[in-house]
């Protein structure tokens, strides 16, 4: 039930609703509850595959964009576009940053960026981001 926890807290942090699940995931190190590499796993696995809705709404934001419950604004999905094309694909190393990042995931879906690379970058900056996270909680930095 733990890591089922940690990483459905991981995954709606990910998508464009508010969360944390960085203090859940310390919480959880400090009071050494769980395996480090299973709690690693099931935040990384869940921040991931809410990055992967958010690319997928990003895949058919033309069709939703106008809609009243279209969880982003315009200037958010402005600046987040900008931010895309500025730095290019490998700013998805990033993902993880709050406020750009989940727009960021959503834009890389609205360009239709290679769903392989997309995934590959976000999983690598996501994954060494917890790994930094559980470091730090465990005294290990």
Same mark, same amino acid.
């Given at each position: ?27 959880? $190190? ?58 290019? $694909? ?31 970058? $976000? ?19």
């Amino acid at each position: 039930m733990l890591y089922i926890s940690l990483f459905f807290s991981a995954l709606i942090s990910a998508t464009l609703l508010p969360a944390s699940s960085e203090l859940l995931l310390s919480g959880l $190190v400090v009071k050494q509850h769980g395996e480090l590499f299973l709690l690693w796993l099931s935040a990384t696995t869940g921040n991931v595959l809410g990055s992967v809705i958010n690319y997928y709404l990003g895949t058919i934001v033309s069709r939703v964009e106008d809609k009243r419950w279209f969880p982003v604004s315009k200037p958010a999905m402005s600046k987040a576009q900008h931010q895309f094309e500025k730095y290019g $694909v490998y700013s998805l190393l990033f993902a993880w940053v709050p406020v750009v990042g989940d727009p960021l995931t959503l834009v890389a879906g609205v360009f239709r960026t290679r769903f392989s690379l997309f995934l590959l970058l $976000v999983a690598a900056g996501k994954g060494l981001r917890y790994a930094v996270v559980i470091g730090l909680a465990a005294g290990f930095m």
